[in-house]
Structures are given as C-alpha cells and as structure tokens.
C-alpha cells in the first residue's frame, strides 16, 4: 500500500494568503463597477464604492501619482456613471472622487 500525502495546515495557510494578496487587489475594479451604492445627498447624485475597499482608496489618494491613475482607471473602466467617491481612511467617509474620462 502505498501512502499519500495530504496537504498540512502551512499549505493551506500559504494558499489563504496569495488568494487574499492576489484576489483582494483585482475584485476592486469589479466591486466598483457593480456594487457601488446610489446615493442622493443635497440634491446631487454619485455612487459611492464599498467600503471594505478604503486601503486601495488611500492609496489612491496618497499613493505615487502612476499608482493613483492605475487605481482610478480600474475603477472606471467598465462604469457606466461618471464619478465614483471612494472613503480613503476607515472612517467610510468618502473623500475621493474616481472620475471616468470620454471615451
């Protein structure tokens, strides 16, 4: 009989954490671009993304400049609404606005 050898609990750990590192980074854009909130404040309407993505909206907002347009153009390139207010700190106040160029 021969023996198999079953993954360990290290592998899986490693697993959980390229998953997180790869897969947090990438589901931004789509998590923008389909799950931003509709909302009316004083009589001007805008989306607002989710919150869970304030890290990558700090980044946006003082991150390198190429960083910043890199993150603004994923945001905005499958969108169909024109501006997307992004919270930069854990407050979830949305302080950053994603605009989407003419195309």
Request: charge should be positive.
């Amino acid at each position: 009989m021969t023996s198999r050898k079953h993954p360990c609990a290290a592998f899986w750990a490693t697993v959980v954490v390229v998953v997180a590192l790869v897969g947090y980074p990438l589901s931004f854009g789509p998590a923008c671009w389909w799950f931003s909130s509709y909302k009316v404040e004083n009589g001007a309407a805008h989306y607002v993304a989710p919150y869970v993505y304030w890290p990558i909206g700090w980044l946006a907002a003082y991150g390198p400049r190429p960083l910043s347009r890199a993150i603004n153009w994923y945001g905005t390139v499958w969108i169909y609404q024109v501006y997307v207010y992004f919270p930069p700190s854990r407050t979830g106040v949305p302080g950053i606005v994603f605009t989407q160029k003419n195309k």
